[in-house]
């Protein structure tokens, strides 16, 4: 099962999630570009350091090797 479908299978249930952080970022830049005149939402993406392809890689691959090294970090070091 993808995301899509995943989504679509709570959905059908009443099950909703709690935006991710990808997202919740996505709609933060959006924000930010429309504030303050900015053409491009690359451009915002470039101010704090990120490409638009990263964002959409980790929202769409959240069981990826670099995620699953974090979460391994993160459990190790206790946060």
């Given at each position: 099962?993808?995301?899509?479908?995943?989504?679509?299978?709570?959905?059908?249930?009443?099950?909703?999630?709690?935006?991710?952080?990808?997202?919740?970022?996505r709609d933060l830049a959006?924000?930010?570009?429309?504030?303050?005149?900015?053409?491009?939402?690359?451009?915002?993406?470039?101010?704090?350091?990120?490409?638009?392809?990263?964002?959409?890689?980790?929202?769409?691959?959240?069981?990826?090797?670099?995620?699953?090294?974090?979460?391994?970090?993160?459990?190790?070091?206790?946060?």
């Amino acid at each position: 099962m993808n995301n899509q479908e995943t989504y679509e299978w709570l959905a059908k249930r009443g099950i909703e999630l709690e935006e991710g952080f990808m997202q919740s970022l996505r709609d933060l830049a959006k924000t930010y570009q429309k504030e303050n005149g900015i053409r491009k939402l690359d451009d915002v993406y470039k101010l704090i350091g990120v490409r638009k392809q990263y964002i959409s890689y980790w929202k769409n691959n959240p069981s990826s090797t670099q995620t699953k090294k974090f979460q391994a970090q993160c459990h190790l070091c206790g946060c």
